[in-house]
């Protein structure tokens, strides 16, 4: 049951063209297609087919007979003589019934589809593979009261009214795609519409689909799409391309967003957003998600993947693009910052855990469980190498060329690395190893500075550890963005510079350097990799008060910080450095933008604390960090309360500026409640009561939330009764719950794991609860094992209805190795409970068994 890339073979027989017709209901569908089938490399047609109850099947107008087929493990063989014939079939399926939210489905009355990776195959035979593309027309037939609305990718051709109050609608769609594109949508919904001009003038009428009571808090995705569009004309050169772009969202959804061509379909967490409903956060991730999908329209649907292990090439490229689109709305040192943290957070601990994979993997059991940091995030930033490796006017050379030489295409991520070579007359030969090899290479810096002849000599060396399946690693071609400052003078000293480390060892003599200097190195996080560099906390606290590359002040703050945990971790005490609050203060005192200051002030996370040690110990990372934080809470008290107060009383806005000011706001009053200022406890609670916004709200409850005081449960009652009939802040009520460090944490999840609005089927919500908890270090790591029980529990209880959201909640407990031994063998026993489960889900079953392996 493994796929493997070398096994590639291209289609045996092609599909120009598919009809499908659909009876809607939502416990009985009944899908008739029509395919146009052409042989290819040959042999018979073999058509995916998953859960579907056939009814009949014909060929070229001749009803098959039993002998004439076989349907047996989710495939349907037919021999055929000729070369090009059309095979019709009628299924029935029942959305209803479908739980796991993959293929054609019911969302709260409506009906949606979700194909990508493998969902066709849910609602019809097909081959379900990236590089079959086809021309689709849809019909669909449905009642009239219930599903007003019948939305397909494409155009809408025809339209009209059936009987028995039904009514009907058949699109179009003039680009060749292949099915995992394919969308439907059937409801009662509502549309907030607007309108783009293109630069070559195509007037594109945009929708977006939601319940009528929502449309108002569109507006936000509405304006993101905009100017989206308009971002891939100036930036890319790329234009849309249909004279309709509509998105529907849903509130059943098994990840963040899809790009079916021209229908998106967007979990309703990155659509809806207003003010009293969204945080900052909330209304920078809707911008984000709606730019990427609507940025796949060239990156992922003009040129799509070959196969599946070519994902990052739409992924990784589409991930990059939105992440430029947002640096070039906002704050881009800020964005940087977030992104590198999330790299951080979650790739460098798959990358180091059983699960690593290069960001082409080479095989794998379940296709879904490899929509993972590495494809997305780590696929981003080896695009981001590329760019800056070429230069923007080669890296958009590149793009160019590729966008020129495969339109229309199913490619692979070598068609897009020669795109660029052949544009710019280059040899990428080293840097592909990006894609094929796993793991996080180190880097280990040293450096001489020599008075007499002004110079500098650094000593670079490369390793990558060893990772599943690759035992030895080739060294990366690496781009060090470095730049020196004067030890004495605080001044940039000449320009920065961009060092390729290609070999394992190399030393790099830089000339003039006019006084002793302190090396930056990998700023702006030029390559995604981990820097062994002995510095001291000196050059450090230096660096966080002089360079100029905030992204390169904000590290240089977190690794005095770092330095500062992990020693007073190692002593066994609790003792914060004086260093890193003089540095803190300086950062608070500098001036500096207050998005920016509110990011590089905090502690790191306490998982990236435990991937900095041999072996993870919860209980005293949480103690040492919880320790430093009421140290910089009381010994900085004035200045966080200057902090507070010099940013607390403006009318609510949505801008850069105003976003920051409500960050580093947020940001002081967390340090005051973490030092047990009585006043800050009771000006986060007044904060939760009066404010006029859901970033100033939230942040005070997940404050209070943690804490052992009686507005704890106040605030938490408050909070679910004025939003108990809204799903998405109902989600943040069980996530601050989930994530909060209060010593009873695991009690208060265990029992709201039984609330009356907790649910598995929900995606949002179980992630919510269960998905939060698994990042809740402390508490899910509680040495007696209890919140692995749970959680395993609860991976159980989900599996059989939605195995992917199963898959992902179990990914945790495969960290095992990286705990000591008591915990170690009590994350494996669970891990082995689950594995001995009959009836055990394809993804659970790969992500567990690799995670004993
Ligand atoms: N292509 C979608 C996006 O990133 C995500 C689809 C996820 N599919 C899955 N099986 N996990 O925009
Ligand atoms: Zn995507």
Not at 354 to 382: C, D, Q, W
Not at 721 to 742: C, E, I
Not at 836 to 852: C, F, H, N, Q, R
């Amino acid at each position: 049951q493994v796929t493997r890339l070398a096994d590639y073979r291209p289609p045996a027989w092609t599909v120009p063209a598919i009809a499908l017709d659909f009876d809607l209901d939502d416990k009985a569908t009944r899908v008739t297609s029509r395919l146009t089938v052409e042989r290819g490399e040959g042999g018979p047609l073999v058509l995916d087919g998953e859960g579907l109850r056939l009814i009949s099947l014909s060929v070229d107008g001749k009803p098959l007979g039993d002998g004439d087929y076989s349907y047996a493990d989710d495939k349907l063989t037919i021999t055929l003589n000729g070369d090009s014939h059309i095979v019709e079939s009628v299924v029935e399926i029942s959305p209803i019934a479908n739980t796991q939210l993959m293929g054609l489905y019911a969302s709260e009355g409506m009906l949606c589809t979700q194909c990508e990776a493998e969902g066709f195959r849910r609602i019809t035979f097909f081959p379900d593979r990236p590089d079959v593309l086809s021309r689709f027309t849809v019909k669909m037939t449905a009642d009239k009261a219930r599903y007003p609305v019948l939305l397909s990718n494409g155009n809408r051709v025809a339209a009209g009214e059936g009987k028995d109050g039904r009514h009907w609608a058949e699109w179009e769609d003039p680009f060749p795609k292949p099915c995992y594109l394919f969308a439907l949508v059937a409801g009662d919904l509502s549309a907030l519409k607007d309108e783009f001009v293109t630069a070559s003038g195509r007037k594109v009428e945009l929708g977006i689909w939601v319940r009528e009571a929502d449309v108002p808090r569109c507006r936000h995705a509405m304006d993101a799409l905009k100017s989206s569009m308009r971002w891939d004309e100036q930036v890319y050169g790329r234009e849309y391309d249909l004279d309709l772009f509509n998105i529907v969202a849903v509130s059943d959804f098994n990840f963040g967003a899809m790009e079916n061509k021209g229908l998106n379909i967007f979990n309703s967490k990155y659509i809806l957003a207003d003010a009293d409903t969204a945080t900052d956060l909330d209304f920078d991730n809707v911008a984000a998600v709606v730019a990427h999908e609507y940025f796949h329209n060239w990156t992922g649907n003009r040129i799509t993947c070959r196969d599946w292990f070519q994902l990052s090439l739409k992924e990784g490229l589409t991930v990059y693009r939105d992440q430029e689109f947002s640096a070039d709305h906002g704050s881009r040192a800020v964005k940087r910052i977030e992104d590198v943290r999330m790299l951080r957070a979650v790739q460098f601990q798959e990358d180091s855990g059983p699960l690593a994979h290069p960001v082409r993997p080479e095989s794998y059991m379940e296709i879904s469980n490899f929509y993972t940091a590495t494809i997305y995030n780590k696929g981003a930033e080896v695009i981001r190498m590329l760019a800056t490796l070429l230069g923007a006017d080669r890296y958009r050379a590149g793009c160019d060329l590729y966008f020129d030489r495969h339109d229309g295409q199913a490619v692979t991520i070598e068609d897009w690395v020669k795109a660029h070579e052949d544009a710019n007359g280059l040899d990428l030969t080293q840097f592909r190893r990006w894609y094929a090899q796993a793991g996080t290479p180190r880097v280990a810096v040293s450096s001489r500075y020599d008075a007499a002849s002004k110079s500098l000599e650094i000593d670079l060396a490369q390793s990558t550890p060893p990772t599943p399946g690759q035992d030895s690693k080739a060294p990366f071609h690496i781009p060090l963005d470095v730049a020196l400052f004067g030890r004495d003078s605080g001044a940039r000293l000449g320009d920065p510079r961009l060092i390729e480390l290609k070999d394992s060892s190399a030393t790099i003599r830089l000339d003039d350097v006019a006084e002793p200097p302190v090396l930056s190195i990998n700023r702006g996080f030029s390559a995604p990799i981990a820097i062994d560099a002995p510095q001291t906390r000196e050059e450090l606290a230096h660096l966080s008060a002089h360079d100029d590359d905030p992204f390169a002040r904000y590290e240089a703050l977190q690794r005095l910080a770092l330095l500062t945990l992990t020693d007073a971790i190692r002593r066994g005490d609790e003792v914060a450095d004086p260093a890193l609050v003089d540095a803190v203060a300086a950062t608070l005192d500098s001036g500096l933008d207050p998005a920016f200051i509110g990011e590089a002030v905090l502690l790191p996370s306490e998982a990236f604390i435990g991937d900095q040690m041999p072996t993870v110990d919860p209980d005293a990372i949480h103690g040492v960090r919880e320790a430093t934080r009421r140290t910089l809470g009381s010994q900085l008290n004035d200045r966080w309360w200057s902090a507070y107060r010099a940013n607390r009383d403006n009318r609510y806005e949505l801008n850069p500026e105003a976003k920051g000011r409500r960050r580093l706001k947020n940001v002081a009053l967390g340090y005051l409640v973490a030092d047990a200022d009585p006043k800050a406890v009771s000006t986060t609670f007044e904060q939760f009561g009066d404010a006029d916004n859901m970033t100033d709200r939230l942040a005070a409850l997940g404050l209070l939330t943690s804490l052992e005081v009686g507005e704890r449960e106040a605030a938490l009652a408050a909070f679910h009764a004025r939003y108990k009939n809204d799903p998405l802040v109902l989600d943040k009520w069980f996530a601050t719950q989930a994530l909060s460090t209060h010593p009873d944490a695991l009690d208060q999840v265990i029992a709201l794991s039984r609330h009356a609005d907790f649910s598995r089927t929900n995606p949002n919500r179980f992630r919510a609860l269960i998905g939060s908890f698994g990042a809740n270090q402390p508490r899910f790591h509680a040495a007696d094992g209890g919140g692995y029980a749970f959680l395993a529990n609860e991976v159980l209880a989900v599996d059989g209805l939605n195995s992917q959201s199963a898959a992902r909640m179990v990914q945790p407990l495969t960290r095992w190795r990286r705990f000591g031994a008591d915990r170690a063998a009590l994350m494996r026993a669970e891990l082995e409970r689950i594995l001995a489960t009959p009836g055990l889900s394809k993804d659970v079953y790969e992500v567990v068994s690799k995670g004993l392996a």
